[in-house]
């Protein structure tokens, strides 16, 4: 009963396993062999990169990768900075009101700016910044998981270990920079890869505040490229589905165990 | 060290706290003062009309249709999912053969985007030559329209929903079940006792902060995951597989009424903060803001 049961325990962990990978697999079949071949499976099956060719003729898909580009290291950066302040701030800093301040942050961990799409739509309207980068990025620059992450790192830096630095001659930013960034070093690998892939796939507020080939990313230019009133085949669109996942699918490939690694431990804290 | 105003403390919490009362506190105030108002164009002034844009969502067939779908989705995802990332856990965590692939499959759909991959799944349920009708037309069965169909659409919906979060989710668990000391293990098996016995009474309950942890995430994925009704059905067909937020969307720029947008907004945030109630009632507070 028991050897039964390992058995089907098994199988269906494996199963389980093709099923969660086809998606990809059917995308690298259908990209890498004639339309005829997207619908029907031969061994026999030539292969040919026709489909990317295509693909990128039919899309700018190399300003959409510019786009997503820039806004993703515009956000990180912008993300990295200014959470580190403020979880500093939370984290060492005795202070009236503190509670609250920390109470107003965390609100953004349920009340994600895609839920406000209404009402940021307008506020980017009135500063102007429909359709642009900065636009896309703005309600993103200031992340309360990331203040909430580094809140907690910043927190088990030992005080002996500030008090000296602060008999060295180190004060503020100095003390932040070089005392607690070098420390939290795994917290910003780990929030990092969290926050591109993240942002490297949004797509609701994208698609909301951009309106041309300017400042649309991969996702937004995608879902237009995919839309069946393009008349685009399969296989193209498979072909144009790895063209956009490329980048970051071979940084996962690559960094595979940080990426896991990261992912658990921006859960656990 | 005594509590008083501590300037350095605001100024370093300024950049942070501006941004986020910018785009979260302020647009959140200004969604529920949206939906009391009401305006006869854009550019016209817009007047005070109390509880209109309620009343009009009461009468609202389309509302009640997405707020029925909305439920079944989060019944239709959110338990099974949890299900598939603990077994997944598990496996990963186990003796099993291949566990470096094994982890990788599961988690790879968490770090693909969901826009991008509905274009293949929408290949999938394309009837008569997609994959999964041609995998049923095999063993001779005749496939449904998954996604024209209404009785169909929304599960469809849920299964990519599930394939997305459950490697994810799997994730938190496995970070969970690497911290459970093999001992128990040891003196359960010298019990006597058999593996579902073992995950029963000893495995699940020790992880139930994670479950409740992943509970509360995989709610919250329940309103905000719908990007790939964008691809798949549009919330079609005749809404029936319409969720909320998507009507949000809908109704602000497509239907161009920010009015009502704002209204549909305010369901919303009572939805999220019913969700947060959830967590602070569950939640042993100790774990988890210390």
């Not at chain 1, 070089?178 to 780990?190: D, E, G």
């Not at chain 1, 892939?197 to 990313?217: I, K, M």
């Not at chain 2, 599961?106 to 994959?131: E, R």
Request: glycine share 6%; hydrophobic share 55%; with cysteine.
């Amino acid at each position: 009963m028991s050897n039964w049961f390992q058995r089907l325990s098994t199988f269906s962990a494996y199963l389980l396993g093709v099923i969660w990978i086809m998606p990809l697999l059917y995308a690298f079949w259908a990209a890498f062999h004639p339309p005829e071949y997207a619908t029907q499976f031969s061994l026999f099956a030539p292969l040919t990169l026709e489909n990317f060719v295509a693909a990128w003729d039919q899309a700018p898909f190399y300003r959409y990768m510019l786009n997503t580009i820039i806004i993703t290291s515009l956000i990180l950066a912008s993300q990295l900075f200014v959470c580190t302040l403020a979880g500093y701030a939370l984290a060492r800093e005795k202070f009236l009101g503190r509670g609250i301040a920390f109470a107003l942050v965390l609100t953004q961990l349920m009340v994600m700016p895609e839920v406000l799409i209404v009402e940021n739509y307008k506020t980017l309207a009135d500063l102007g910044q429909i359709d642009t980068h900065l636009g896309v990025g703005l309600p993103y620059l200031a992340s309360a998981f990331g203040i909430f992450l580094l809140r907690q790192t910043f927190k088990t830096v030992p005080q002996e270990l500030e008090d000296a630095a602060r008999v060295e001659g180190l004060s503020g930013l100095s003390l932040i920079w070089k005392v607690f960034v070098p420390m939290a070093f795994p917290t910003y690998l780990a929030y990092s890869l969290v926050s591109i892939s993240y942002h490297w796939n949004n797509f609701l507020w994208p698609l909301v505040v951009t309106n041309t080939e300017d400042s649309r990313p991969l996702t937004v230019g995608m879902a237009i490229f995919g839309a069946p009133e393009s008349g685009v085949d399969w296989s193209i669109i498979s072909a144009g589905t790895l063209i956009a996942i490329g980048p970051l699918l071979a940084l996962f490939l690559v960094f595979q165990r940080q990426f896991i690694q990261s992912f658990m431990q921006a859960g656990i804290k | 060290m005594t509590k008083s105003f501590n300037l350095k403390a605001w100024l370093l919490l300024l950049p942070a706290l501006s941004l986020l009362v910018a785009f979260t506190h302020w647009p959140t105030l200004k969604t529920l003062w949206r939906s009391v108002t009401w305006a006869r164009s854009d550019v016209a002034p817009s007047q005070f009309v109390g509880l209109e844009n309620y009343q009009l969502l009461m009468d609202d067939p389309v509302f009640w249709q997405v707020i029925e779908n909305n439920f079944w989705y989060a019944v239709g995802t959110v338990p099974t999912s949890i299900a598939l990332a603990i077994a997944m856990a598990l496996w990963v965590n186990g003796k099993i053969r291949h566990k470096g692939l094994l982890r990788l499959a599961y988690f790879t759909p968490t770090i693909l985007p969901m826009i991008t991959v509905a274009n293949i799944w929408l290949f999938f349920y394309s009837p008569g030559i997609g994959l999964f009708d041609q995998i049923l037309g095999s063993i001779g069965i005749q496939g449904p329209n998954w996604l024209g169909d209404p009785d169909t659409a929304l599960p469809s919906l849920m299964a990519m929903t599930i394939w997305k979060e459950a490697g994810f989710f799997m994730i938190f668990y496995l970070a969970a079940l690497q911290t459970l000391s093999p001992e128990l293990y040891d003196a359960a098996r010298l019990e006597g006792a058999g593996p579902w016995r073992i995950f029963r009474r000893i495995t699940f309950p020790l992880l139930m902060p994670t479950t409740l942890f992943v509970l509360i995430n995989a709610l919250l994925n329940a309103f905000k995951l719908v990007d790939h009704l964008f691809i798949l059905t549009k919330g079609g067909p005749n809404n029936a597989s319409n969720l909320l937020l998507y009507y949000i969307y809908e109704t602000a720029f497509s239907f161009l009424d920010s009015y009502y947008a704002a209204t549909l907004t305010v369901i919303m945030l009572i939805a999220l903060a019913l969700i947060a109630l959830v967590q602070i009632l569950m939640f042993d507070r100790k774990i988890h803001y210390r």
